[in-house]
């Protein structure tokens, strides 16, 4: 079996062309307000490859880069002020934050209306609910993705290993939303390679590296590889051992440049959806 590899740099080229046709076309550039507290390298990795893209697709970037040792009084009050700025639409805070700060409680400080990663409460349960908003971007990235090796999702046996909130149980909802019969995996599973097994669409969203091998693919099963783990040697991998599913899976994403990619295309698709609700509401 010749195994596809899910190509996201070509989808995300895709959307990323889209996406500068409607910034041109609107009457105001969107911004993204992209708050960093520390200076962890990783995030400040993701938060530049965020503003370059964002450069690319034409939305404004406003990067904040605030002290480690600062507050979680004085981070919810910095959101709040973003909140009440009229000039930024999205808001996005990268994670991990520091372990003296509740990153739900920060979350929650977000305006729904501006929540470009689609992680408030409010949001998810308006996904929850059926009334998606602003949906998660990395969920959202995922479903994409799937989509373009398996257009018809209706009664797919998918399985999810993770039940995270910004990947895993959002993810399930998409998936309950079309059709699929949705098993969720986590660390309290019994026998995972066994329900792994089972799946038509295996998604695995953990962080440990080479947690899935071939003995847990059903043949010709499709694979969503949603973990980065940096190896000792720096080298990026994900979840699944990727080449062992080489002539196995009927296809799979690669790391890097796979669901990653994707999910920051997401996030500029977010803050667009929230520039053109606003301008519409001004
Ligand atoms: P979390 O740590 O929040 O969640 C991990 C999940 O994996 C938990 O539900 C946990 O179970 C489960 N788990 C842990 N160990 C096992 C195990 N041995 N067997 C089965 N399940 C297990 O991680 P995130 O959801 O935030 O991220 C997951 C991975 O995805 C990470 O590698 C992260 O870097 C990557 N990621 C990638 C993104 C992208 O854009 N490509 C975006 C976001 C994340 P339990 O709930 O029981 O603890």
């Given amino acids: 079996m010749e195994t596809q590899i899910i190509d996201g740099k070509s989808l995300v080229a895709e959307y990323q062309e889209k996406m500068k046709t409607q910034v041109e076309r609107m009457s105001r550039i969107p911004t993204l307000a992209v708050i960093l507290v520390g200076n962890d390298p990783a995030s400040e990795i993701y938060v530049r490859h965020k503003r370059q893209v964002a450069e690319r697709v034409g939305i404004v970037s406003e990067l904040f880069q605030l002290s480690p040792v600062?507050?979680?009084?004085?981070?919810?009050?910095?959101?709040?002020?973003?909140?009440a700025n009229d000039k930024v639409d999205g808001i996005l805070v990268q994670l991990p934050l520091p372990k003296h700060i509740d990153a739900d409680a920060v979350i929650e400080a977000i305006d729904p209306n501006k929540d470009a990663d689609g992680l408030t409460s409010a949001n998810l349960g308006h996904l929850f609910v059926g009334k998606p908003n602003l949906v998660p971007c990395?969920?959202?990235?995922?479903?994409?993705?799937?989509?373009?090796?398996?257009?018809?999702?209706?009664?797919?046996?998918?399985?999810?290993?993770?039940?995270?909130?910004?990947?895993?149980?959002p993810l399930s909802q998409l998936l309950l939303d079309e059709n699929c019969t949705v098993t969720q995996a986590h660390s309290k599973t019994v026998n995972l390679k066994k329900v792994c097994h089972e799946a038509d669409i295996l998604i695995v969203a953990v962080g440990?590296?080479?947690l899935i091998t071939k003995?847990?693919?059903?043949?010709?099963?499709?694979?969503i590889d949603v973990g980065i783990n940096r190896l000792k040697n720096k080298k990026i991998v994900g979840d699944v051992d990727f080449k062992k599913m080489l002539g196995h899976a009927a296809a799979i994403t690669p790391v890097?440049?796979?669901?990653?990619?994707?999910?920051?295309?997401?996030?500029?698709?977010?803050?667009?959806?929230?520039?053109?609700?606003?301008?519409?509401?001004?």
């Fill in 208 to 210: 440990k590296p080479n």
């Fill in 70 to 83: 600062m507050t979680q009084e004085a981070l919810i009050a910095f959101i709040q002020e973003l909140n």
């Fill in 138 to 169: 990395t969920p959202m990235a995922c479903l994409d993705l799937l989509k373009t090796v398996c257009p018809v999702l209706q009664g797919k046996n998918v399985v999810i290993v993770g039940r995270s909130k910004l990947v895993g149980k």
């Fill in 256 to 282: 890097p440049g796979g669901v990653g990619p994707m999910t920051v295309t997401m996030l500029l698709h977010n803050t667009i959806q929230i520039s053109k609700k606003r301008q519409k509401n001004n």
């Fill in 215 to 223: 003995s847990f693919v059903k043949k010709g099963a499709i694979i």
